[in-house]
């Protein structure tokens, strides 16, 4: 963990912090007290993560869209491009109830030419501590541990599975999406559903936003901490969350700080 410069997305159920680069280096499933399915923030070697792999020729570069929980790392070579969209999906469905279902979407867009990456897909369930083995079932990944604790989460795509998990390289030649779950799906998951997800959650955020005060200075800057709050408020008690990562030791033995982060802002709060 070389700096803490980390994008946030979230539901207020759970969350998971990105890296610059796209990496998830950091997610507890299914409540943000679980234990951790991704964990490389804390350890590089064992910790688990979930990214996306490309050549020295790309760059990369990372925003929220405006006035959202979405966050987009965008992937750039000279002959092609893609944009990785990241949320945890949360809206009104079509009664009224809020959804917020324990997933999270990561929603690839072509943009030029003909983009090439692998996939690292690498979860360590239950904070690491055991072995975590990942075999493809019939229409998803499931991972899962095989001694202690047994725990387990579900990778549904329309990539190929056996080259996510061989990291073989990939041509993204149409929308895709890599959908992780904590629960095995019911209904089959598709690039529809995907974009569905993303276009409620999107207005969803944009209504929040919509219906937050407004100030005359430095109004993007106290938006993005809103609706950074908002994401640490657990939803079925309304308490924030101190830290996505309840703790990290500055100094083993001596303190701890909690970290709120979020691509361009953070807040140190110690304890």
């Not at 073989?168 to 030649?173: H, K, N, S, V």
């Amino acid at each position: 963990m070389k700096n803490l410069d980390y994008g946030i997305i979230g539901n207020c159920m759970s969350a998971a912090l990105i890296s610059k680069e796209g990496s998830i280096d950091w997610c507890c499933l299914p409540k943000f007290d679980s234990p951790s399915v991704f964990a490389k923030m804390l350890d590089n070697e064992k910790g688990g993560s979930f990214s996306f792999i490309v050549d020295e020729t790309y760059t990369i570069s990372q925003e929220y869209l405006a006035k959202t929980n979405i966050l987009v790392t965008r992937f750039e070579s000279p002959d092609a491009a893609f944009e990785v969209r990241d949320f945890m999906p949360r809206y009104y469905d079509n009664v009224g109830k809020l959804h917020a279902p324990v997933v999270i979407i990561r929603y690839l867009v072509p943009l030029k030419g003909k983009p090439k990456f692998k996939v690292n897909y690498d979860p360590k369930v239950v904070y690491a501590k055991e072995e975590t083995i990942s075999r493809v079932k019939d229409g998803y990944i499931k991972s899962h541990t095989v001694k202690g604790t047994y725990d387990s989460v579900y990778l549904y795509s329309n990539v190929d599975y056996e080259a996510v998990l061989s990291q073989e390289e990939i041509t993204l030649t149409e929308e895709s999406f890599f959908l992780l779950s904590y629960y095995e799906k019911i209904l089959p998951q598709h690039i529809n559903r995907c974009i569905l997800h993303y276009q409620r959650t999107y207005a969803y955020w944009l209504d929040w936003s919509e219906r937050t005060t407004s100030y005359k200075y430095y109004n993007k800057e106290i938006l993005r901490s809103a609706l950074v709050l908002k994401v640490l408020t657990y939803q079925k008690s309304g308490a924030v969350l101190a830290a996505v990562t309840t703790s990290l030791p500055e100094t083993i033995g001596r303190c701890e700080i909690g970290i709120i982060v979020f691509a361009g802002y953070g807040m140190l709060l110690w304890y």
